[in-house]
T-cell receptor, first 110, second 115 residues
């Protein structure tokens, strides 16, 4: 059974204080690891897709990396507007479904 | 690009009535659409997967007779909650997957409250 675990569950940062969010996964035949951002009362917003170990992608203050067991979402010099829940999901096997982790709720204080 | 809309954004209904939620892909054709349910401060739980023109595939524990899914076109899927009860109150989110890509793009969600 595919499993995705995100840590920490919640993270409080001061504005400008860089940090990383972790997504550990156990799957058979990874076909993609996805990062989403979700604001309260909204649907998830797509951020990145990573397909193979060693792959990295960047977007503004965010950088996602992937190893064979986990993915990190690095946030450099965060701003209050980066406050949101960050979700990690994997797609494995032959199907299209995503398995989501529990999310990390990020709060950035000015 | 890759915009998904949902309607309504919120709905309040009385126990025993049925509610229909629409999910539309606005700028792409979606061969596959997904319906999720999300409880407060919890992650997304997949309810069902639907492919255009065929019956939906429901996840274990999801009542297919209660949550009716129709994917009649490449841009529209509907979820009907039949004979709604207060325990069906939740945040329902759809997503759509373009035929050629692997990313899922999510709608803004529908807040259902059953009184």
């Amino acid at each position: 059974e595919d499993q995705v675990t995100q840590s920490p569950e919640a993270l409080r940062l001061q504005e400008g204080e860089s940090s990383s969010l972790n997504c550990s996964y156990t799957v058979s035949g990874l076909r993609g690891l996805f990062w989403y951002r979700q604001d309260p009362g909204k649907g998830p917003e797509f951020l990145f897709t990573l397909y193979s170990a060693g792959e990295e992608k960047e977007k503004e203050r965010l950088k996602a990396t992937l190893t064979k067991k986990e993915s990190f979402l690095h946030i450099t010099a965060p701003k209050p507007e980066d406050s949101a829940t960050y979700l990690c999901a994997v797609r494995a096997g032959a199907g299209n479904m995503l398995t989501f982790g529990g999310g990390t709720r990020l709060m950035v204080k000015p | 690009g890759a915009v998904v809309s949902q309607h309504p954004s919120w709905v309040i209904c009385k126990s025993g009535t049925s509610v229909k939620i629409e999910c539309r892909s606005l700028d792409f054709q979606a061969t596959t659409m997904f319906w999720y349910r999300q409880f407060p401060k919890q992650s997304l739980m997949l309810m069902a997967t639907s492919n255009e023109g065929s019956k939906a595939t429901y996840e274990q524990g999801v009542e297919k007779d209660k949550f009716l899914i129709n994917h009649a076109s490449l841009t529209l899927s509907t979820l009907t909650v039949t004979s709604a009860h207060p325990e069906d109150s939740s945040f329902y989110i759809c997503s759509a997957k373009p035929g050629q890509g692997s990313e899922q793009y999510f709608g803004p969600g529908t807040r259902l409250t059953v009184t």
